[in-house]
């Protein structure tokens, strides 16, 4: 337990400082009458929720016994601290905490006031989320779009109750602060590492491992479903059959479809993944060309690769073999002062016809 603790710690770069509450918080999706459930949930989790994963490593963190071990190894976790293990339902935006009624007293009324900033931060990510979504008035109030939200992800008759992962196109390994203040448009996995805490790529090496089967692995999905859906993906919806719990099939046709249904990937476009590494381009080769598995991923080109060099504030390209240097087409981005007011301008935009939905994305801006 105490290994396990230490490697998610030190690599997100949380090793002082702590809070008095740290929240573990796991991601699954709730849908009716929707066999393609399991593709919203974690790909990390093998189509689960990562609920027992958040619950269990809040319980491991908060371990007496754990904490004196740490302690020896130069990771103090103050006393007063504790790990509080819950899940978000992105279809219907809400969350789950898990034991709760394990808190002391000061730590219930700081959970409580924390709870109304999950709410707030919830309320955004549906607004966000309502302006793919046609059924929605992304203009209305956070209240009624949040109750929409809802709503959509309980519907038996609505064949998209969430997007998921679609228009991925980027992972970003790093400090959160790199992205901090970006509108990213939904388009980011968004790894937390810490480079300072890991200057040889020791523990960089764990975070990597898992990035193209997970991330490569859910882009790829979409891509090859987007690129050919009538012999990479499922077709629409409306017609499926589930055979034998393992796959779907259209109407009477017998054979099983093998990606995800047209529901799923209108959004998306068919693009690699690229994945941005926080840390020195020769620490994230060495990396990469740990096991030959991974490395396949990057010099097959299956996905992309960038190293952002904390030295010298560069990008450095991945092609052939070695990192080199890459030079962005642009050096600035607009800044927005109303999120809110963004969400709804581009979502008026794609009604009106003025930018296509299913083939363009918002550009980078920077939030004020």
């Known amino acids: 337990m105490t290994n396990r603790v230490e490697a998610f710690l030190r690599s997100i770069g949380l090793v002082k400082d702590f809070a008095p509450l740290v929240y573990l918080v796991a991601h699954g999706s709730s849908s009716a009458n929707n066999p393609h459930h399991s593709a919203h949930d974690c790909g990390a989790c093998s189509g689960r929720p990562g609920s027992v994963?958040?619950?269990?490593?809040?319980?491991?963190?908060?371990?007496?016994?754990?904490?004196?071990?740490?302690?020896?190894?130069?990771?103090?976790?103050?006393?007063?601290?504790?790990?509080?293990?819950?899940?978000h339902d992105t279809a219907s935006d809400q969350i789950a905490f898990y034991d709760e009624h394990t808190l002391i007293a000061q730590h219930r009324e700081r959970h409580k006031a924390n709870i109304t900033i999950w709410e707030k931060a919830l309320d955004a990510n549906a607004k966000e989320r309502s302006r793919r979504f046609a059924s929605i008035k992304t203009k209305d109030s956070l209240k009624n779009v949040r109750q929409e939200i809802l709503r959509r992800s309980v519907s038996m008759f609505e064949p998209r109750p969430e997007l998921g992962h679609g228009t991925n196109t980027l992972c970003i390994i790093g400090k959160r602060d790199m992205t901090k203040?970006?509108?990213?448009?939904?388009?980011?996995?968004?790894?937390?590492?810490?480079?300072?805490?890991?200057?040889?790529?020791?523990?960089?090496?764990?975070?990597?491992?898992?990035?193209?089967?997970?991330?490569?692995?859910?882009?790829?999905?979409?891509?090859?479903?987007?690129?050919?859906?009538?012999?990479?993906?499922?077709?629409?919806?409306?017609?499926?059959?589930?055979?034998?719990?393992?796959?779907?099939?259209?109407?009477?046709?017998?054979?099983?479809?093998?990606?995800?249904?047209?529901?799923?990937?209108?959004?998306?476009?068919?693009?690699?993944l690229l994945v941005v590494v926080e840390h020195r381009p020769e620490v994230v080769l060495k990396v990469i060309q740990t096991t030959p598995e991974m490395y396949e991923w990057y010099v097959n080109e299956w996905v992309h690769i960038v190293a952002a060099n904390p030295d010298d504030g560069r990008f450095y390209y991945f092609k052939n073999g070695e990192f080199k240097p890459y030079q962005p087409l642009g050096q600035t981005a607009d800044v927005v002062s109303d999120f809110y007011q963004l969400v709804e301008q581009a979502k008026e935009m794609e009604t009106n016809g003025i930018v296509d939905a299913t083939q363009e994305n918002l550009p980078v801006y920077l939030l004020s």
């Open 53 to 87: 994963n958040a619950r269990v490593m809040a319980h491991m963190a908060n371990h007496a016994k754990v904490r004196e071990l740490l302690n020896a190894r130069g990771l103090s976790i103050p006393e007063w601290t504790r790990f509080v293990g819950s899940l």
């Open 181 to 272: 203040g970006v509108f990213l448009d939904r388009r980011a996995f968004l790894n937390s590492y810490d480079h300072r805490t890991d200057p040889d790529g020791t523990l960089l090496t764990g975070v990597m491992r898992p990035i193209g089967i997970v991330c490569g692995g859910i882009n790829l999905e979409y891509y090859f479903s987007r690129v050919d859906n009538y012999k990479l993906g499922a077709g629409t919806k409306l017609p499926h059959n589930v055979m034998g719990l393992i796959g779907v099939a259209n109407s009477c046709d017998g054979d099983l479809r093998p990606g995800l249904p047209v529901q799923m990937i209108e959004v998306h476009d068919p693009v690699r």
